[in-house]
């Protein structure tokens, strides 16, 4: 019997999609919003977990990479949820050791493909999310410049991610003009929204 960890915002899709998966003779899936104690989430077992990972409080993605990781079955393999067009995303997926991606559009039947694909520690990657995933490996921002960028995006100052990061103004600047030139951007909000749509930040 394969167990399922599926973590997901809304409570409605949630149990929804649980109940469907629990139909299959091989699966029992247990549901969880994020917002559960991560503590309490570790006592749980799970052979897959099953994560929405662009939805509103989604969790971030290493850090249910490294709850799989320490979770009490020891070998849980994680699946993300995707949405297409957003090869930022994937990248972070992949970097956290994510196995499975699935397309959020997908039918029941490659979810369930794909959760014993991962259950065997195998990797899958639904065909629609292919091009997408090859295309994670263009990102074009270093770590740095995308650390710059995140806490631009949630609206913090020069002055503050100088602070943040502990680096200068100048600095923050430069990476900033880097940032603008490497996404194509006109500006700064300009490059937020490019990089947000394509989902590095």
């Given at each position: 019997m394969i167990q399922v960890l599926l973590v997901h915002h809304f409570g409605l899709l949630r149990s929804g999609l649980a109940a469907l998966l629990n139909d299959a003779s091989d699966l029992e899936v247990r549901d969880v919003p994020w917002s559960n104690d991560p503590g309490r989430l570790r006592?749980?077992?799970?052979?897959?977990c099953v994560v929405d990972m662009d939805g509103p409080g989604a969790p971030d993605v290493a850090g249910m990479a490294e709850l799989c990781r320490r979770m009490t079955s020891a070998k849980c393999?994680?699946?993300?949820?995707?949405?297409?067009?957003r090869p930022g995303a994937l990248r972070r997926a992949y970097d956290a050791q994510?196995?499975?991606?699935?397309?959020?559009?997908?039918?029941?039947?490659?979810?369930l493909e794909g959760i014993r694909q991962v259950a065997a520690g195998k990797r899958y990657v639904d065909e629609s999310l292919a091009?997408?995933?090859?295309?994670?490996?263009?990102?074009?921002?270093?770590?740095?410049?995308?650390?710059?960028?995140?806490?631009?995006?949630?609206?913090a100052t020069v002055s503050e991610i100088a602070r943040?990061?502990?680096?200068?103004?100048?600095?923050?600047?430069?990476?900033?003009?880097?940032?603008?030139?490497?996404?194509?951007?006109?500006?700064?909000i300009d490059a937020i929204r490019i990089s947000q749509g394509a989902g590095w930040v």
């Open positions: 006592a749980l077992r799970a052979d897959v393999g994680l699946l993300v949820l995707a949405t297409p067009g994510a196995l499975g991606f699935v397309n959020k559009d997908a039918t029941p039947q490659k979810l091009h997408d995933l090859l295309r994670s490996a263009e990102m074009p921002l270093t770590a740095r410049e995308l650390s710059v960028l995140s806490l631009a995006a949630k609206g943040r990061l502990h680096l200068s103004h100048g600095t923050i600047r430069n990476y900033m003009s880097a940032i603008t030139r490497k996404t194509g951007a006109r500006n700064r």
